[in-house]
């Protein structure tokens, strides 16, 4: 097992040199990043077994941060980090004492109603530039401003964020939390019958989510130096999280990697190949592939991978 | 005098989203499922009333009742195909199928009509008539109209008719229906079948006053959400009356606090709903 | 001895057309970035058709096109006859695929310069990313002051932009009142994402300042089911001339929306974008009669160069060329111009050429008074027309050197 983590992280921290290649470089900083997200959101959905699919906020709040300190104040975007956490954090606590109440669909809604509503709201928000977005440094004015040409030191960066999301959730998974999480994965009156304050612990799990998400969402705001309430706060951010980890295997350490591993390749060259053509290729493969995945094997990829596993040893067993 | 325009507006753009909210408030009081692709059913009424108008020269009738046939087969379709075996699954499993399908009807749909706007030639339904002071445009009061009609006649069907009261049976207690000899399986599938007809219908109808793009279900699949949680998960005179409600609430919020508050108000209201009684109006938890 | 000459001679010879050949490409590639997929498909698809007719005029001599340049010559004259390729991408409006279709068209594809994006969300940080690299990039569409406003060097943008727009509102208004048509009061109803937003803010203030009264302003969310809370607050306020600022879904539902509350503002101005949509005349024409556009596209008569460049377009897509997609493919050949003027693929002698761009009126298809860009890269002679539409076609109304017809008033709609 331990020989396995150190493959990976060997072959993560090389990665970068194997593409000699702007555009690929690009692509696995982004699949890093989305394995972040995915990560982040696992900690409350995969774990947890709380689906919320609004995720956006964080991740959009996460990145309006830094531009604003940039845009208002001329200041360096990374002051903005703790305070989009901040506010992630803040959020997370309003939707979650009143949302974890209630069970299964209602979240997922009030999720989605509430990412869409904040939506809304920066769209017509003045100081945040409502439907225009705001912009970054145009070009890096001190090393402060992580203002790169090349994508590789975004790659490292996104790569140090995924080491600390995974040893939180490896830390969560063995240590109380985790277990209790487990139970009320299980069964919430089971987990009541336990002792286990199911509200509470569902809430940690959130903020846990929400200050990663938002994290990410700040660093992801440098790379690119822009945003508008459409890429940061729409629903098809929280959707691709969600499809990441449920791809690779929700409730799983590295489930979201494998899942970001192989949607964004996927996503990025069927938009170049196909895309060009204009004809909506890339969504209808996506579509098909979410629907097969949760047909036939909704624990993702490492769930057909532990089957195949199982019975590789159980037909080593009969010989 | 514009006050009683807003409301009527209001309550007869309510009626259809009441006709559309109330097949998936069946659905999920029944089997627990949130259609995420509801919105993508009435996008798909919307196109073969259009195909079938093109094609076959069809009157409004005629194409109404092909896109509740075509719809309610997709929807039993689905039901056998996807969403049996996705029920017995994890949550995640059961909102990630149907966003799948979404995705897939959608883009599918974005595939042979790309993107530009079609609306449904030669007004059959076209202009208005003067009501009382106020212009109610014709396809807007029959929309309106009809589309509260079958919504009452889905009620009607669900809790007077034989079939109906087997198909509530199992929503409220399978081991129960099956001992009595109803079959679940059946009646779930009927259930997907009728709420996917109800979505058609609307589709239709809305196609008679609005224009045929193939991303408007995101859109409506919100509404419909708040529509059916405001009315009561489960509950088809709740969806009916949270329907006509929101329809009001939004054309009042457009006009007195500004057209872009509309969406606002109806999800901040959603929210909080949510939080004061999740049960809605008419639902039971 | 001989044959050791000969063969000497020949190899020589061979050398230098290797050497010649190296030297002048045979293919020029050019990577354009549009919205091919999702809600803008519809003027993506139509820019792209535009800039494949422009490419394929660019490759062929057409004698009929010699006031253009490169209208009259197969492919590149400049360039050894080089033939231009154009690569589209699709960002899906998404600013981070644009960004990412930018590097892949630039370091992968090896183009030589960019033309794009359509949505100034992603025109932003996709230009950012030529501009890291050097590579030029034409912009014919996007509408953001920002795209222009950070100092770079290697963007250039040849279309008119909102300040252009409202400066020729301000003319056609001012002009309209000092005849017998009193215009006093506007109102600006603008879809709230960044180019409703930015254009109707910029429309709004030049208006104030010329001396217009602000009825109201009426924002609302694009793609509403439902716009009569809109018209309401504009039969309200009953302006002279209401100014839309709309996509196209939008604007097909606010024309059907007047029919049926019966109501109209006396002029209805269209700011092009929804108005000049093939779709918004095949599916309103009949009911929008007077609605004012405008416009920096006129056919022209029969037999003019514009009109052959129509009739190439129609041929191909089946509807007229709208005044976006003419902006883009007049963008493109202004692009095309300048490299074919530089007589190289080096990204510097592109530039500069670039900026040494000085076209005149008669050496373009759409109808600015010239292309010439300041330090910014911007058009400083971009404007734009003001068009009525009457029966199914725009008539050039404004300014009086370019007009076809004048103004009907009031509007008539479907009456």
Same mark, same amino acid.
């Given at each position: 097992?331990?020989?396995?983590?150190?493959?990976?992280?060997?072959?993560?921290?090389?990665?970068?040199?194997?593409?000699?290649?702007?555009?690929?470089?690009?692509?696995?900083?982004?699949?890093?990043?989305?394995?972040?997200?995915?990560?982040?959101?696992?900690?409350?959905?995969?774990?947890?077994?709380?689906?919320?699919?609004?995720?956006?906020?964080?991740?959009?709040?996460?990145?309006?941060?830094?531009?604003?300190?940039?845009?208002?104040?001329?200041?360096?975007? %990374?002051?903005?980090?703790?305070?989009?956490?901040?506010?992630?954090?803040?959020?997370?606590?309003?939707?979650?004492?009143?949302?974890?109440?209630?069970?299964?669909?209602?979240?997922?809604?009030?999720?989605?109603?509430?990412?869409?509503?904040?939506?809304?709201?920066?769209?017509?928000?003045?100081?945040?530039?409502?439907?225009?977005?705001?912009?970054?440094?145009?070009?890096?004015?001190?090393?402060?401003?992580?203002?790169?040409?090349?994508?590789?030191?975004?790659?490292?960066?996104?790569?140090?964020?995924?080491?600390?999301?995974?040893?939180?959730?490896?830390?969560?998974?063995?240590?109380?939390?985790?277990?209790?999480?487990?139970?009320?994965?299980?069964?919430?009156?089971?987990?009541?019958?336990?002792?286990? /304050?199911?509200?509470?612990?569902?809430?940690?799990?959130?903020?846990?989510?929400?200050?990663?998400? /938002?994290?990410?969402? /700040?660093?992801?705001?440098?790379?690119?130096?822009?945003?508008?309430?459409?890429?940061?706060?729409?629903?098809?951010?929280?959707?691709?999280?969600?499809?990441?980890?449920?791809?690779?295997?929700?409730?799983?350490?590295?489930?979201?990697?494998?899942?970001?591993?192989?949607?964004?390749?996927?996503?990025?060259?069927?938009?170049?190949?196909?895309?060009?053509?204009?004809?909506? %290729?890339?969504?209808?493969?996506?579509?098909?592939?979410?629907?097969?995945?949760?047909?036939?094997?909704?624990?993702?990829? %490492?769930?057909?991978?532990?089957?195949?596993?199982?019975?590789?040893?159980?037909?080593?067993?009969?010989? | 005098?514009?006050?009683? #325009?807003?409301?009527?507006?209001?309550?007869? !753009?309510?009626?259809?989203?009441?006709?559309?909210?109330?097949?998936?408030?069946?659905?999920?009081?029944?089997?627990?499922?949130?259609?995420?692709?509801?919105?993508?059913?009435?996008?798909?009424?919307?196109?073969?009333?259009?195909?079938?108008?093109?094609?076959?020269?069809?009157?409004?009738?005629?194409?109404?009742?092909?896109?509740?046939?075509?719809?309610?087969?997709?929807?039993?379709?689905?039901?056998?195909? !996807?969403?049996? #075996?996705?029920?017995?699954?994890?949550?995640?499993?059961?909102?990630?199928?149907?966003?799948?399908?979404?995705?897939? =009807?959608?883009?599918?749909?974005?595939?042979?009509?790309?993107?530009?706007?079609?609306?449904?030639?030669?007004?059959?339904?076209?202009?208005?008539?003067?009501?009382?002071?106020?212009?109610?445009? =014709?396809?807007?009061?029959?929309?309106?109209?009809?589309?509260?009609?079958?919504?009452?006649?889905?009620?009607?069907?669900?809790?007077?008719?034989?079939?109906?009261? #087997?198909?509530?049976?199992?929503?409220?207690?399978?081991?129960?229906?099956? !001992?009595?000899?109803?079959?679940?399986?059946?009646?779930?599938?009927?259930?997907?079948?009728?709420?996917?007809?109800?979505?058609?219908?609307?589709?239709?109808? =809305?196609?008679?006053?609005?224009?045929?793009?193939?991303?408007?279900?995101?859109?409506?699949?919100?509404?419909?959400?708040?529509?059916?949680?405001?009315?009561?998960?489960?509950?088809?005179?709740?969806?009916?009356?949270?329907?006509?409600?929101?329809?009001?609430?939004?054309?009042?919020?457009?006009?007195?606090?500004?057209?872009?508050?509309?969406?606002?108000?109806?999800?901040?209201?959603?929210?909080?709903?949510?939080?004061?009684?999740?049960?809605?109006?008419?639902?039971?938890? | 001895?001989?044959?050791?000459?000969?063969?000497?001679?020949?190899? *020589?010879?061979?050398?230098?057309?290797?050497?010649?050949?190296?030297?002048?490409?045979? *293919?020029?590639?050019?990577?354009?970035? &549009?919205?091919?997929?999702?809600?803008?498909?519809?003027?993506?698809?139509?820019?792209?058709?535009?800039? &494949?007719?422009?490419?394929?005029?660019?490759?062929?001599?057409?004698?009929?096109?010699?006031?253009?340049?490169?209208?009259?010559?197969?492919?590149?004259?400049?360039?050894?006859?080089?033939?231009?390729?154009?690569?589209?991408?699709?960002?899906?409006?998404?600013?981070?695929?644009?960004? $990412?279709?930018?590097?892949?068209?630039?370091?992968?594809?090896?183009?030589?310069?960019?033309?794009?994006?359509?949505? $100034?969300?992603?025109?932003?940080?996709?230009?950012?990313?030529?501009?890291?690299?050097?590579?030029?990039?034409?912009?014919?569409? $996007?509408?953001?002051?920002?795209?222009?406003?950070?100092?770079?060097?290697?963007?250039?943008?040849?279309?008119?932009?909102?300040?252009?727009?409202?400066?020729?509102?301000?003319?056609?208004?001012?002009?309209?009142?000092?005849? $017998?048509?009193?215009?006093?009061?506007?109102?600006?109803?603008?879809?709230?994402?960044?180019?409703?937003?930015?254009?109707?803010?910029?429309?709004?203030?030049?208006?104030?300042?010329?001396?217009?009264?602000?009825?109201?302003?009426?924002?609302?969310?694009?793609?509403?089911?439902?716009?009569?809370? &809109?018209?309401?607050?504009?039969?309200?306020?009953?302006?002279?001339?209401?100014?839309?600022?709309?996509?196209?879904?939008?604007?097909?539902?606010?024309?059907?929306?007047?029919?049926?509350?019966?109501?109209?503002?006396?002029?209805?101005?269209?700011?092009?974008?929804?108005?000049?949509?093939?779709?918004?005349?095949?599916?309103?024409?009949?009911?929008?009669?007077?609605?004012?556009?405008?416009?920096?596209?006129?056919?022209?008569?029969?037999?003019?160069?514009?009109?052959?460049?129509?009739?190439?377009?129609?041929?191909?897509?089946?509807?007229?060329?709208?005044?976006?997609?003419?902006?883009?493919?007049?963008?493109?050949?202004?692009?095309?111009?300048?490299?074919?003027?530089?007589?190289?693929?080096?990204?510097?002698?592109?530039?500069?050429?670039?900026?040494?761009?000085?076209?005149?009126?008669?050496?373009?298809?759409?109808?600015?008074?010239?292309?010439?860009?300041?330090?910014?890269?911007?058009?400083?002679?971009?404007?734009?027309?003001?068009?009525?539409?009457?029966?199914?076609?725009?008539?050039?109304?404004?300014?009086?050197?370019?007009?076809?017809?004048?103004?009907?008033?009031?509007?008539?709609?479907?009456?």
């Amino acid at each position: 097992m331990r020989r396995g983590w150190l493959a990976l992280g060997v072959v993560l921290l090389a990665a970068p040199l194997a593409f000699q290649d702007p555009f690929y470089e690009r692509m696995i900083a982004l699949v890093l990043l989305w394995a972040v997200l995915a990560s982040a959101w696992n900690i409350v959905g995969g774990y947890a077994g709380q689906v919320a699919i609004g995720h956006a906020v964080f991740f959009g709040v996460g990145a309006y941060l830094p531009l604003l300190v940039y845009t208002h104040w001329q200041g360096v975007p %990374l002051l903005g980090i703790p305070v989009g956490i901040a506010i992630s954090v803040g959020i997370a606590v309003l939707i979650g004492v009143p949302t974890f109440r209630l069970h299964g669909h209602y979240l997922s809604m009030a999720t989605i109603a509430v990412a869409e509503l904040i939506r809304l709201l920066v769209t017509n928000w003045e100081f945040v530039g409502a439907a225009r977005g705001l912009g970054g440094p145009a070009s890096g004015r001190t090393i402060w401003d992580l203002s790169y040409r090349s994508s590789i030191p975004y790659y490292y960066i996104f790569l140090a964020l995924f080491a600390l999301v995974l040893g939180f959730t490896s830390w969560m998974e063995q240590s109380r939390m985790g277990y209790y999480l487990r139970a009320i994965k299980a069964g919430q009156r089971a987990a009541r019958s336990l002792g286990v /304050s199911a509200p509470r612990y569902k809430l940690y799990a959130m903020i846990a989510s929400a200050a990663f998400t /938002s994290l990410a969402g /700040s660093l992801y705001a440098v790379m690119l130096g822009f945003v508008d309430p459409d890429s940061v706060f729409g629903i098809m951010v929280s959707v691709q999280m969600v499809i990441m980890a449920a791809l690779g295997g929700a409730g799983t350490l590295i489930g979201p990697l494998v899942g970001a591993a192989l949607l964004i390749p996927l996503q990025t060259f069927a938009n170049s190949l196909f895309g060009g053509q204009g004809n909506g %290729l890339t969504f209808i493969l996506y579509g098909g592939i979410i629907i097969l995945l949760s047909r036939f094997e909704p624990g993702g990829i %490492l769930e057909i991978w532990n089957h195949y596993l199982a019975r590789k040893a159980r037909k080593g067993r009969t010989e | 005098m514009i006050a009683l #325009q807003v409301v009527v507006g209001g309550l007869l !753009l309510g009626a259809v989203y009441a006709l559309f909210s109330s097949g998936l408030t069946l659905i999920w009081g029944m089997m627990n499922v949130v259609n995420f692709a509801h919105g993508d059913f009435v996008m798909l009424g919307m196109y073969i009333a259009y195909l079938a108008v093109v094609a076959l020269h069809a009157g409004p009738l005629v194409f109404t009742l092909l896109a509740a046939l075509t719809l309610s087969i997709l929807g039993a379709v689905v039901y056998y195909l !996807l969403i049996r #075996q996705v029920m017995r699954g994890p949550m995640l499993a059961q909102i990630l199928s149907t966003f799948g399908l979404a995705l897939l =009807i959608r883009y599918t749909v974005f595939w042979f009509f790309s993107a530009t706007f079609v609306t449904l030639p030669g007004s059959a339904l076209g202009g208005s008539i003067k009501l009382g002071g106020i212009l109610i445009g =014709i396809p807007q009061l029959v929309a309106g109209i009809l589309a509260m009609g079958l919504t009452i006649g889905m009620h009607l069907l669900l809790t007077r008719t034989t079939l109906g009261s #087997q198909i509530l049976a199992v929503s409220e207690d399978r081991q129960a229906a099956m !001992l009595m000899g109803i079959r679940p399986d059946r009646m779930q599938a009927l259930a997907w079948g009728l709420a996917s007809a109800s979505a058609g219908v609307a589709g239709a109808l =809305i196609a008679t006053f609005y224009y045929l793009t193939p991303t408007v279900g995101e859109s409506l699949v919100l509404i419909a959400f708040v529509v059916v949680c405001f009315g009561g998960f489960g509950s088809v005179p709740g969806a009916m009356l949270a329907g006509l409600i929101i329809g009001l609430i939004q054309a009042a919020s457009a006009y007195y606090i500004g057209p872009v508050y509309k969406d606002v108000v109806v999800f901040a209201l959603f929210v909080a709903i949510l939080w004061v009684r999740p049960q809605g109006l008419l639902g039971t938890v | 001895m001989r044959n050791v000459l000969v063969c000497g001679v020949v190899l *020589v010879l061979l050398g230098f057309s290797a050497l010649a050949q190296a030297g002048t490409p045979a *293919v020029v590639k050019i990577g354009v970035i &549009e919205p091919l997929s999702g809600n803008a498909a519809a003027a993506g698809q139509a820019t792209k058709a535009a800039i &494949e007719v422009a490419a394929d005029i660019i490759n062929r001599g057409h004698p009929e096109l010699a006031r253009l340049p490169l209208g009259n010559t197969a492919g590149m004259p400049n360039l050894g006859g080089a033939k231009v390729q154009v690569i589209f991408a699709d960002h899906q409006g998404n600013p981070s695929v644009g960004q $990412s279709e930018t590097l892949r068209l630039i370091t992968q594809e090896k183009v030589v310069a960019l033309q794009g994006a359509y949505h $100034s969300s992603v025109t932003v940080p996709a230009t950012a990313v030529a501009e890291r690299y050097g590579t030029p990039w034409m912009v014919g569409d $996007s509408s953001s002051l920002v795209i222009n406003a950070r100092g770079f060097k290697w963007i250039f943008r040849s279309t008119p932009i909102g300040s252009n727009y409202a400066e020729a509102y301000l003319g056609f208004l001012t002009d309209l009142s000092k005849s $017998s048509t009193k215009v006093r009061t506007f109102a600006i109803v603008n879809e709230n994402t960044e180019y409703g937003t930015s254009v109707g803010g910029e429309i709004r203030d030049v208006l104030v300042k010329g001396g217009f009264t602000l009825a109201v302003q009426v924002p609302y969310n694009a793609n509403s089911m439902d716009l009569s809370a &809109e018209v309401l607050q504009l039969k309200q306020k009953d302006p002279d001339v209401a100014i839309f600022i709309s996509y196209t879904s939008d604007a097909l539902l606010f024309t059907k929306t007047f029919k049926a509350l019966d109501y109209s503002p006396r002029m209805v101005i269209g700011d092009d974008t929804g108005f000049s949509d093939p779709s918004y005349i095949q599916n309103v024409g009949d009911i929008a009669q007077g609605v004012v556009n405008r416009t920096a596209w006129d056919i022209g008569k029969p037999g003019s160069a514009t009109y052959r460049i129509n009739e190439m377009y129609k041929a191909k897509t089946g509807v007229n060329l709208d005044d976006t997609s003419g902006r883009n493919m007049q963008g493109f050949f202004a692009l095309m111009e300048a490299i074919n003027r530089a007589g190289s693929t080096q990204p510097e002698a592109i530039r500069k050429a670039l900026a040494e761009t000085n076209l005149s009126p008669n050496q373009l298809m759409m109808g600015y008074r010239g292309i010439r860009y300041d330090a910014t890269g911007m058009n400083t002679l971009a404007s734009t027309y003001v068009n009525q539409l009457v029966g199914k076609e725009y008539v050039t109304i404004w300014p009086e050197s370019a007009a076809h017809g004048s103004l009907t008033w009031p509007f008539k709609g479907w009456r």
